[in-house]
């Protein structure tokens, strides 16, 4: 079974930048859709956006696009978030999941469906 670990969460001022990375030691992430969700604190957690075996991308929240984008190191075993212009409602602690499919669905997934296979989230904060 798939085991998910994200890194690269940290404290940031706004407008700032940061890119998570989400490994999953001894299991090739190659050929299946990652996708990345948040949780804020007293909120669900959402489903943000896809990255497929293929490269394709779908962005399910949409005010993300410019400035979240989600790519993919086959070679390293590896995919990333990156995180431009931070905001303080982007604080968060950041998950990647995986449904162990190739295709990104074309809308956003929920986080209690049991196909999901999770990392422990890393979290992001926003803060001047």
């Known amino acids: 079974q798939v085991r998910l670990v994200e890194s690269g969460g940290d404290l940031v001022q706004p407008g700032g930048s940061l890119r998570l990375s989400c490994a999953a030691p001894?299991?090739?992430?190659?050929?299946?859709?990652i996708e990345w969700f948040r949780q804020a604190p007293g909120k669900e957690r959402e489903d943000l956006l896809c990255?497929?075996?293929?490269?394709?991308?779908?962005y399910y929240e949409t005010s993300l696009r410019g400035r979240f984008t989600v790519s993919r190191d086959n070679a390293k075993n590896m995919v990333y978030l990156q995180m431009n212009d931070l905001k303080p409602e982007d604080t968060a602690v950041y998950y990647c999941?995986?449904?162990?499919?190739?295709?990104?669905?074309?809308?956003?997934?929920?986080?209690?469906?049991?196909?999901?296979?999770w990392g422990t989230g890393t979290r992001v904060t926003v803060s001047s």
């Open positions: 001894g299991f090739p992430l190659v050929g299946y859709a």
């Open positions: 990255m497929s075996a293929s490269g394709g991308r779908a």
């Open positions: 999941a995986t449904t162990e499919q190739p295709d990104c669905e074309p809308t956003p997934g929920f986080a209690f469906n049991d196909k999901y296979r």
